[in-house]
């Protein structure tokens, strides 16, 4: 079946460590997309990427990384600099950029202990 | 300032009572207006796309509509499994998706 995975499910972070959050899709999608969702609050664009090798900054990138080496796969790294990481990260990816289709992932909730 | 509204917050329903959820979104280059529902804990699932006023979508027992300023997601004798977050979101000019706050719906029995 076609998708988009995210692992792991659930994360615990130290303070001052980095870690590393995975996202996979096969549905052969150009365009692939984080975002942060705070207890009622909407969805908050972190980074995105509309191919393969290039990615941007979205709204809140500060204290985040990523890469795009594969089609496949934008993994996010929530660096230490990101001083408040509690929260439940999506992972979305949509055939082209400029798409509103998006297929998202069953997300990953961090928790700073 | 929030480039999507939605309202309300909450609504609280009785099965089979009829509603709407509304949102506003930034009138200038709109090119789509994107409904989505998302159930507690789990990534959200499209629900509807719309592109100019006067536009329809329905899907069972959910009807989208937009005007020039807004967008409602309509709800029909609604039931329990109904009960969700939905969230509204657009995508103007060359910008990504950016998503409303939701509306969290609850449908009593």
């Known amino acids: 079946d076609g998708g988009i995975t995210q692992s792991p499910k659930y994360l615990f972070r130290k303070e001052g460590q980095n870690v590393t959050l995975s996202c996979e899709q096969n549905l052969n999608h150009d365009a692939m997309y984080w975002y942060r969702q705070d207890p009622g609050q909407g969805l908050r664009l972190i980074y995105y990427?509309?191919?393969?090798?290039d990615f941007q900054k979205g709204d809140i990138a500060e204290g985040y990384s990523v890469s795009r080496e594969k089609k496949e796969s934008f993994p996010l790294t929530v660096t230490s600099a990101q001083k408040n990481p509690t929260a439940f990260y999506l992972c979305?990816?949509?055939?082209?950029w400029g798409t509103g289709e998006a297929f998202f992932g069953q997300g990953t909730r961090l928790t700073v202990v | 300032e929030d480039q999507v509204t939605q309202s309300p917050e909450a609504l609280r329903l009785q099965e089979g009572e009829s509603s709407s959820l509304n949102c506003s979104y930034t009138v200038s280059g709109l090119r789509g207006l994107f409904w989505y529902r998302q159930d507690p804990g789990k990534g959200p699932e499209f629900l509807f796309t719309?592109?100019?006023a006067g536009e329809e979508k329905e899907k069972e027992r959910l009807k989208a509509t937009l005007t020039k300023k807004e967008s409602f997601l309509h709800i029909t004798a609604p039931k329990p499994e109904d009960s969700a977050t939905y969230l509204c979101?657009?995508?103007?000019?060359?910008?990504?998706?950016?998503f409303g706050k939701g509306t969290r719906l609850s449908v009593i029995a």
């Open positions: 979305a990816s949509s055939i082209h």
């Open positions: 719309l592109y100019s």
């Open positions: 990427s509309q191919i393969v090798n």
């Open positions: 979101a657009e995508i103007s000019g060359n910008t990504p998706l950016v």
